[in-house]
């Protein structure tokens, strides 16, 4: 409204509504539809069941036939080695969101997402006397951040996570921003790291 376009909408169900009239693959698509069980779209019309896959039978091209293209594989441009002998890989969080701008204001959420950390193998964390929840330094050849440990089976041997929502333990002050020199796309997910832990064996 404040741009100067009139948006007089009584409830969510009227906006809705408009988004099924400007996009056909919704027009069939009503509240009253979606209480009784839900609908898959393409549903382009109000008697229309729904899709329940999309692309079952063929691809949406004319021919109805995929394009596959083999990509010969490459490893990453920075591997570990003996003065950094992790491999790093950042990712999300199911309950945070890009750098938590938004998410890390929700009480609620901090409750079950409260802090960054870095999560390491048990083997690892055992030959390197890192206990659960103790602060690790974790350095690349770009920079390094201080964050809790979390010991878990979840990464591999050698491989250690960190979620990259945290500010105060940014994960990409770390990783590799070479391109990939064919899609132009910075090497955010994966680098080499080492741990230091004030544990002492």
Same mark, same amino acid.
């Given at each position: 409204?404040?741009?100067?376009?009139?948006? *007089?909408?009584?409830?969510?169900?009227?906006? #809705?509504?408009?988004?099924?009239?400007?996009? %056909?693959?919704?027009?069939?698509? &009503?509240?009253?539809?979606?209480?009784?069980?839900?609908? %898959?779209?393409?549903?382009?019309?109000?008697?229309?069941?729904?899709?329940? #896959? +999309?692309?079952?039978?063929?691809f949406a091209l004319?021919?109805?036939?995929?394009?596959?293209?083999?990509?010969?594989?490459?490893? @990453?441009?920075? +591997?570990? *080695?003996?003065?950094?002998? #992790?491999?790093? &890989?950042?990712?999300? +969080?199911?309950? %945070?969101?890009? &750098?938590?701008?938004? &998410?890390?204001?929700?009480?609620?959420?901090? %409750?079950?997402?409260?802090?960054?950390?870095?999560?390491?193998?048990?083997? *690892?964390?055992?030959?390197?006397?890192?206990? *659960?929840?103790?602060?690790?330094?974790?350095? @690349?050849?770009?920079?390094?951040?201080?964050?809790?440990?979390?010991? @878990?089976?979840?990464?591999?041997?050698? !491989? !250690?996570?960190?979620? #990259?929502?945290?500010?105060?333990?940014?994960?990409?002050?770390?990783?590799?921003?070479?391109?990939?020199?064919?899609?132009?796309?910075?090497?955010?997910k994966v680098c080499?790291?080492?741990?230091? @832990?004030?544990? !002492?064996?």
């Open positions: 409204r404040r741009m100067g376009y009139p948006m *007089d909408y009584k409830n969510m169900e009227e906006v #809705f509504l408009e988004i099924g009239r400007l996009w %056909q693959n919704m027009a069939g698509m &009503t509240y009253g539809r979606l209480e009784k069980g839900g609908l %898959q779209w393409p549903c382009p019309t109000i008697d229309h069941p729904g899709t329940k #896959f +999309l692309f079952k039978d063929k004319a021919d109805g036939k995929g394009r596959f293209t083999v990509v010969k594989y490459r490893p @990453s441009v920075e +591997l570990p *080695d003996e003065e950094y002998p #992790f491999m790093l &890989t950042t990712g999300r +969080l199911l309950f %945070q969101y890009h &750098t938590g701008t938004m &998410t890390r204001r929700v009480k609620a959420i901090r %409750q079950v997402s409260p802090e960054a950390y870095v999560e390491i193998n048990p083997f *690892d964390a055992t030959n390197m006397c890192i206990n *659960d929840g103790e602060e690790v330094k974790v350095t @690349s050849r770009r920079g390094e951040i201080t964050v809790k440990a979390r010991v @878990s089976d979840l990464p591999d041997k050698g !491989v !250690v996570f960190i979620p #990259f929502h945290f500010k105060e333990a940014a994960a990409n002050v770390l990783t590799n921003p070479v391109y990939d020199p064919i899609c132009k796309i910075p090497e955010l080499a790291v080492k741990l230091e @832990s004030k544990c !002492v064996k």
